[in-house]
């Protein structure tokens, strides 16, 4: 035996085992832009020329080569799914499917590409069936979109795995693009292209054609905007309209289209909603309508009806039939979807399959620039079969004027075809034509019919040749065939007809919440423990005890007040609270410690409870003696936490708060040693927040009470006692000093309780 073995040969090493060394970042920055480009390219950008993405390509294509016409019967959509991801589109089923359905959503496309028959989901947010219980097959418009791909007017690339082929893009004549816009989320990068009326996108197509430096303005007179599936109004001005469509970015409010109707009862009435914005689950409208309600954040609102069956009906009905109309629609279009605002970005892949932003001026130039290559190479395509055709009819004519030698030769020659061509100098194909003719076909082989025939195409020849080196020709004929076009999608026809109205309006309003409240009396009780309850109606107030409190309490403040008034509540830590009124339980019980409608530091005590005029004045002031003046709007809290509207230093408290009469000039402070100063209110700071100044100087003790008044009525005060009386002194030249001076003792009979009232 030899001690020699065999080696096998090296084989070079492969390429994808091969260990690279390259620095980490560079190479995951590659790769990142590798996949960027393809999520950007190759799913999420629709391409300019036919408005599709690759899935929505594959399944059209995959649909015709199963022969799902409009004319023919419906196929399984998993039939039509396993043949897209078997050939076409290698990803997951149910994203495949879910374009799809999509695809045959009629609230969802203007122009639906798929007619689907079964559960395809519906506008209240349900999803569609499974694939497996339902059918589709092409409308008439995915028919016009693909037209043409059998006549040369587009390349064809191998699928994924080489076995087939799939064109790279529709080449119809239908602007599906614009018709039916696209919307998707790329890397770094998005779109978002609303649907369009045919018809307008035709005209305005039209007219580039014929004038091709129009204007953008003149293009936008044409195209009034989007007309999206579901309906709605359009409410933005047309010059932001304009300015969108133009740079191709900008934003645009869409409404709910509504009607007010009569319904029964004296003067009764609803609001019906008949078309919701475009992309709103009406489902979750509905729910989100009917949270406000139960929230109470609405409460001009008192119920909300979904009476939809194939149409949209959603009823809306008011608290009562005093509620204004348009208050109710101006709140729901500001606090529900309603209203929603549709962004516009057309970032779209160019002919060179380049992502670029542009505007409706571009959009349609570059489509038109598409459609007249397709029509040169359809008509290429045409001009080869012609000559193809041209060159057997000049061999059968051959053929029919030597018919008998033809006869001889095929049945003597051992070579025929050969014979043929060269005794009639014949080429390999009309040889071979004449080979494969049946013999049932001599006696219709007349020379009359083919030379007629070949006039025909002749002629059609000559006029395809006119058209290919005519870029004038090719103009005439694109608005022909557009204008073809236009009649299956006009106006006045079902699909055509525009469904989005525009109507400018001005941003909804905001309503202030007492507009939202319905408007009726109350008393406002709040006890000396902090009980607060409002009793319907304008009570009594002579005797206050006589209102329901617990064992041991009692009145503290009573007054009068609107359900849509604001309260203003000071307390003695300075802070200042704003309670509605219609927000106070009801007078039935003892009410509600006023403490949980609002975050009261513990120990804290209200020192005054008053109706919140906005145009009112205050007098504030602590035990210190120090104060200002105040407008109550600017003291209103909006939150439950309050506002710090005096600053207390030391053992301070506040402990006056006194609106200030219209009329009042001057400002009386009385302190606890009985010491009164009266001085002018001009000399009073007005103040939203802070300390004060001095009113008056004390030696001992502090500020008993102060009010304003008006000198020229003189100052009054209560008498004392159950009888309700007061004195007013009218000479007070006594006490006019300076702000800040020390005080004389007060007139005879002044309380001795150092209270004005």
């Known amino acids: 035996m030899s001690d020699v073995t065999d080696t096998p040969e090296a084989t070079p090493e492969d390429e994808f085992d091969a260990i690279v060394d390259a620095p980490f970042d560079a190479?995951?920055?590659?790769?990142?832009?590798?996949?960027?480009?393809?999520?950007?390219?190759?799913?999420?950008?629709?391409?300019?020329?036919?408005?599709?993405?690759?899935?929505?390509?594959?399944?059209?294509?995959?649909?015709?080569?199963?022969?799902?016409?409009?004319?023919?019967?419906?196929?399984?959509?998993?039939?039509?799914?396993?043949?897209?991801?078997?050939?076409?589109?290698?990803?997951?089923?149910?994203?495949?499917?879910?374009?799809?359905?999509?695809?045959?959503?009629?609230?969802?496309?203007?122009?639906?590409?798929?007619?689907?028959?079964?559960?395809?989901?519906?506008?209240?947010?349900?999803?569609?069936?499974?694939?497996?219980?339902?059918?589709?097959?092409?409308?008439?418009?995915?028919?016009?979109?693909?037209?043409?791909?059998?006549?040369?007017?587009?390349?064809?690339?191998?699928?994924?795995?080489?076995?087939?082929?799939?064109?790279?893009?529709?080449?119809?004549?239908?602007?599906?693009?614009?018709?039916?816009?696209?919307?998707?989320?790329?890397?770094?990068?998005?779109?978002?292209?609303?649907?369009?009326?045919?018809?307008?996108?035709?005209?305005?197509?039209?007219?580039?054609?014929?004038?091709?430096?129009?204007?953008?303005?003149?293009?936008?007179?044409i195209v009034k905007g989007p007309d999206f599936a579901t309906g709605g109004t359009l409410v933005d001005p047309k010059s932001v309209i304009d300015a969108a469509y133009e740079s191709g970015r900008g934003a645009m409010r869409l409404r709910a289209k509504w009607h007010k109707e009569d319904a029964e009862g004296r003067g009764a009435w609803q609001a019906v909603v008949t078309e919701i914005p475009y992309q709103v689950q009406k489902g979750k409208l509905i729910e989100q309508i009917a949270q406000l309600i139960a929230d109470k954040k609405l409460p001009i609102l008192a119920d909300i009806r979904d009476e939809s069956d194939e149409q949209i009906r959603i009823v809306l009905e008011p608290k009562n039939r005093a509620v204004d109309?348009?208050?109710?629609?101006?709140?729901?279009?500001?606090?529900?979807?309603?209203?929603?605002?549709?962004?516009?970005?057309?970032?779209?892949?160019?002919?060179?399959?380049?992502?670029?932003?542009?505007?409706?001026?571009?959009?349609?130039?570059?489509?038109?620039?598409?459609?007249?290559?397709?029509?040169?190479?359809?008509?290429?395509?045409?001009?080869?079969?012609?000559?193809?055709?041209?060159?057997?009819?000049?061999?059968?004519?051959?053929?029919?004027?030597?018919?008998?030698?033809?006869?001889?030769?095929?049945?003597?020659?051992?070579?025929?075809?050969?014979?043929?061509?060269?005794?009639?100098?014949?080429?390999?194909?009309?040889?071979?034509?004449?080979?494969?003719?049946?013999?049932?076909?001599?006696?219709k082989l007349e020379e009359m019919e083919l030379r007629s025939e070949r006039d025909k195409l002749q002629e059609e020849r000559q006029g395809l040749e006119k058209l290919i080196a005519s870029p004038a020709r090719q103009k005439t004929r694109l608005k022909k065939d557009l204008a073809g076009l236009r009649k299956l999608y006009a106006e006045d026809t079902e699909l055509g007809k525009r469904r989005t109205l525009l109507e400018e309006a001005a941003p909804a309003r905001e309503i202030p919440l007492e507009a939202m409240i319905e408007k009726e009396p109350v008393t406002v009780i709040m006890s000396q423990r902090g009980w607060i309850k409002a009793m319907k109606g304008h009570a009594d107030l002579s005797q206050p005890e006589s209102f329901k409190f617990k064992e041991g309490d009692g009145p503290r403040f009573a007054f009068h007040a609107q359900t849509t008034d604001k309260l203003l509540m000071c307390c003695?830590?300075?802070?200042?609270?704003?309670?509605?009124?219609?927000?106070?339980?009801?007078?039935?019980?003892?009410?509600?410690?006023?403490?949980?409608?609002?975050?009261?530091?513990?120990?804290?005590?209200?020192?005054?409870?008053?109706?919140?005029?906005?145009?009112?004045?205050?007098?504030?002031?602590?035990?210190?003696?120090?104060?200002?003046?105040?407008?109550?709007?600017?003291?209103?809290?909006?939150?439950?936490?309050?506002?710090?509207?005096?600053?207390?230093?030391?053992?301070?408290?506040?402990?006056?708060?006194?609106?200030?009469?219209?009329?009042?000039?001057?400002?009386?402070?009385?302190?606890?040693?009985?010491?009164?100063?009266?001085f002018a209110l001009s000399e009073m700071p007005e103040m939203a927040k802070g300390q004060g100044v001095m009113l008056q100087r004390y030696k001992d003790g502090g500020l008993s009470d102060a009010t304003c008044f008006t000198l020229e009525e003189g100052l009054s005060w209560a008498m004392g006692g159950d009888t309700g009386r007061t004195r007013t002194e009218n000479d007070l030249t006594m006490w006019r000093v300076a702000r800040g001076a020390a005080g004389r003792l007060p007139p005879t009979g002044f309380p001795k309780s150092g209270k004005f009232d």
């Open 325 to 443: 109309v348009d208050l109710l629609m101006d709140s729901l279009f500001r606090m529900s979807d309603l209203e929603n605002r549709f962004s516009l970005n057309m970032n779209v892949l160019d002919d060179t399959r380049t992502p670029k932003v542009m505007g409706i001026r571009e959009v349609l130039k570059e489509w038109i620039k598409h459609q007249i290559e397709v029509l040169v190479r359809r008509s290429q395509h045409r001009l080869e079969k012609i000559d193809a055709r041209l060159e057997l009819l000049d061999g059968y004519i051959i053929a029919f004027l030597n018919l008998d030698r033809v006869i001889e030769i095929i049945r003597y020659e051992d070579d025929p075809k050969g014979e043929l061509m060269k005794e009639f100098k014949l080429s390999d194909r009309q040889a071979e034509a004449i080979l494969n003719m049946r013999l049932r076909s001599l006696r």
């Open 27 to 221: 190479a995951l920055s590659e790769r990142y832009l590798i996949y960027a480009m393809s999520t950007i390219t190759a799913r999420s950008l629709p391409d300019l020329r036919d408005g599709l993405k690759p899935v929505h390509r594959r399944l059209l294509w995959a649909m015709r080569l199963l022969k799902l016409d409009p004319a023919q019967g419906y196929k399984k959509c998993a039939r039509v799914v396993g043949d897209v991801i078997g050939k076409y589109h290698p990803h997951g089923d149910q994203s495949v499917y879910d374009a799809m359905v999509r695809l045959a959503q009629t609230f969802s496309l203007r122009y639906p590409l798929v007619d689907g028959q079964g559960n395809f989901g519906n506008i209240d947010g349900d999803n569609a069936a499974a694939y497996r219980y339902t059918e589709a097959r092409l409308t008439r418009t995915a028919i016009e979109l693909m037209h043409g791909l059998d006549e040369g007017t587009v390349d064809f690339k191998p699928t994924y795995n080489g076995e087939d082929e799939e064109p790279e893009i529709m080449p119809g004549l239908f602007p599906n693009l614009l018709a039916n816009g696209a919307s998707g989320i790329a890397v770094g990068m998005a779109t978002s292209i609303p649907s369009h009326n045919v018809a307008e996108i035709i005209d305005a197509a039209t007219l580039l054609i014929d004038s091709p430096k129009t204007e953008h303005a003149e293009i936008m007179e």
């Open 572 to 678: 003695d830590n300075g802070r200042f609270y704003t309670i509605g009124a219609d927000k106070l339980p009801g007078a039935r019980g003892f009410g509600e410690p006023v403490a949980s409608m609002v975050d009261m530091e513990p120990g804290t005590e209200p020192v005054a409870l008053m109706v919140a005029h906005p145009e009112g004045r205050l007098l504030i002031a602590s035990t210190w003696g120090r104060g200002f003046i105040a407008k109550i709007a600017d003291v209103v809290a909006e939150t439950k936490k309050g506002r710090q509207v005096v600053n207390l230093k030391g053992d301070a408290r506040l402990l006056v708060v006194r609106t200030v009469p219209e009329q009042a000039d001057h400002v009386a402070a009385i302190g606890e040693n009985r010491k009164l100063v009266v």
